[in-house]
């Protein structure tokens, strides 16, 4: 039998526990160790294979220290459900959660919010923009 997809939700909110453990230096393990999980499991429930429950989701915004809405911002719309009626944010674009969930976009981002030089800031954006090539 072949294997079942992850919901592309489920694959979100995974998403962001990692980005968020990652963000707070926190291994799998003891993020599983605080919830009375192996790390395998948290590894399942991060990359979505595992559907995380309502009160694990409570228990894990706890251990992580931010809303259960922090890991819905910017999820997927899924056609044929409602879309909040245009009463919520438009959710930031897929691609800078995705970057963020990995290590060097974490490690970069916390580099960068670090220099404390707005213009130098400014200064490395345009330097990475040239070496990529803007293409929009």
């Not at 489920?10 to 393990?29: A, C, F, I, T």
């Not at 979505?48 to 997927?76: D, W």
């Not at 959660?97 to 213009?119: H, Q, V, W, Y």
């Amino acid at each position: 039998m072949a294997k079942k997809a992850p919901n592309p939700i489920d694959k979100h909110v995974g998403s962001r526990v990692r980005m968020r453990r990652m963000m707070l230096n926190m291994s799998q393990e003891k993020l599983g160790d605080a919830l009375g999980l192996t790390f395998q499991q948290v590894q399942k429930y991060e990359k979505g294979t595992n559907r995380i429950g309502a009160s694990r989701l409570q228990q894990i915004a706890h251990i992580l220290q931010v809303p259960v809405s922090f890991f819905f911002e910017g999820a997927p719309h899924i056609p044929g459900q409602p879309s909040g009626g245009g009463m919520s944010e438009a959710p930031s674009p897929a691609y800078v959660s995705d970057f963020l969930a990995t290590s060097d976009g974490l490690s970069l981002t916390k580099a960068f919010m670090r220099i404390k030089n707005s213009k130098l800031r400014r200064r490395i954006v345009d330097l990475v923009e040239q070496i990529a090539g803007e293409d929009e």
